[in-house]
């Protein structure tokens, strides 16, 4: 064990929190849904639902799943939607029938879909129809059997509309329907306990093909207790109203701004695409937050934009960054508009996601991501295996109680991603300082993010490679205002090829998730290579800051 010399730090934060404060998640939010009863869950689109809405919609759709489609404890559930209200009655459908969530991107193309698909074993799906077409591509090739479509204003009175259901798509469910013949059926509540699943949080591969992190109940209770414990006056019961733009399926909005805000009474206004800014700031207009969360791409597009100055921030009491690194400059730009700073925090899917966190006794901006949450260990492990010393850079190795089980249905992935001592390896590079806080320098994988969604560069370069006319590439991240990092592809023409930088995008697109997609193609005579022809990255990056 490290000596945890961040309890010096911790001032009143406890050192300690119970994992086991709630048998499971199910449990924390029935409670909250009980006791706020009347109090307004959830705003979207100019509907409002309360979190009793909440509580009955989940339940009659818990016993559909039941009664209909036969769904048993621990069956997966597949759920491919933006932010809207149908998102969180799904998800405590699917948690109170003791199912396991698998959160899918939208935007994902059918490979993309596929694999997850097939990897966490899928029978049912619930869909935006707008995206419909992608899971239309695939079913052929996976175990769908249930197609549920969801439209924008399902678990509302509204009827908005919609884009058609892929017409290649029979016997498919609509989620209303759903809704309304479970609210007569009879819902059997199912036994849960912490080490049971409750996510499947899909992460890039370093093979390029995405893992599931196996996500239990205890992981996610014991996040929200930890966070609870660091900012207990930015989660007043009943009093917090929340916007969140960032999505649902991605796990810091699903931990953060869903759960642990629910837990505690919250109203929360969803914004199903936060690229239409017009609208997002209509949003922001009306809410009056007091918590907002972003990625440094979604705080910089805020700032810059010119209605920004109509928001009347003087209720926000919590910024909150993460997904990839805020810059300093974003963050004194929202200083300037709204009078408070943007708190760091850093996490991954794999650990729930919080690891560490500017705690409340932070009143600037630390262009760190804070300490260690409590019950959390975090070492940092040099390349020759010991424990950095302070000031020294290590990879980031951790144990707590949010931490995974392993990553789904991976064996040999799981034997080698935690050390002989039970630590998980992060793959970051962070550096301590003497008061404890954690800054991450660098990644050990050759990792890209942008906007805060992780890109694998075998990914790209697996697709890119079979773009005609290219002989061979690499892709490596640099750093863009806008999202953070973009991908920036290296590629080496066929002989006497004419292949163009255009070329190679376009077909990128049909195979990847538009963030994945190369902003820049270049091309070189060679690749810097090593003596065993490993494609030396480092160089690359080298070339590329030159």
Known sequence: MSNRHWHSSYGTIPAEINPDAYPSVVAMLEAA????????????????????????????????????????????????MPNFIAFPIAFLGIARAGAIQVNVNPLYTPRE???????????????????SGTVAEVMANT?????????????????????????????????????????????NPVKLVGDNLLFLQYTGGTTGLSKGAALSHRNLVANVEQFKAFMPDNLRPGQEVVVTAIPLYHVFALMVNFISYFAVGAENWLVPNPRDFDSFIDVMKMARPTVFTGVNTLFGGLVAHPRSKEIDFSRLR?????????????????????????????????????????????TAFSGTTGLPMPSTDIKLITDEGLEAAIGEPGEVCV????????????????????????????????????????????????????????????????????CPGVLECACIGVA?????????????????????????????????????????????EALPKSSVGKILRRELRDMASA
Not at 34 to 61: E, I, P, W
Not at 113 to 131: C, K, P, W, Y
Not at 162 to 178: E, H, T, V, Y
Not at 400 to 405: A, K, S, T, Y
């Open 318 to 362: 919590l910024a909150v960054g993460g997904g990839s690194a805020i810059i300093e400059a974003t963050s004194d730009k929202w200083h300037t508009l709204t009078g408070g700073f943007i708190r760091e925090g850093y996490g991954l899917s794999e650990t729930s996601p919080v690891l560490s966190f500017n705690p409340a006794s932070v």
């Open 113 to 131: 879909l596929e694999h997850q698909l097939n990897d966490a074993r899928v029978a049912t799906i619930i869909v935006f129809s707008g995206v």
């Open 480 to 524: 863009d205002e806008k999202t953070g990092e973009a991908v920036k592809l290296f590629v080496v023409r066929a002989p006497n090829g004419t292949l163009t930088a255009a070329k190679v995008a376009e077909f990128c697109y049909k195979e990847l998730a538009s963030y994945k997609v190369p902003k820049q193609v270049v091309f070189v």
């Open 33 to 80: 849904m009980l006791t706020f009863a009347d109090q307004s869950a959830f705003k979207c689109f100019g509907q409002t639902v309360s979190y009793a809405d909440v509580d009955y919609q989940s339940r009659a759709f818990a016993a559909y799943l039941q009664n209909i489609l036969g769904i048993q404890k621990g069956d997966r559930i597949a759920v491919m």
């Open 399 to 466: 144990k707590g109680p949010q931490v995974m089980c392993g990553y789904w249905n991976q064996p040999e992935a799981n034997a080698t991603i935690f050390t002989d001592e039970g630590y998980f390896r992060t793959g970051d590079v962070g550096v301590f300082d003497e008061r404890g806080f954690l800054k991450i320098v660098d990644r050990k994988k050759d990792m890209i993010i942008v906007s805060g969604f992780k890109v694998f560069p075998n990914e790209v370069e697996a697709i890119a490679t079979d």
């Open 143 to 187: 175990s769908l059997k249930t197609v549920i479509t969801v439209t924008p204003g399902d678990g509302t009175s509204a009827k908005l509309p919609s884009p058609p259901i892929d017409a290649r798509i029979g016997g498919s469910i609509s989620f209303a329907n759903c809704l309304t013949e479970g609210s007569g059926m009879v819902f």
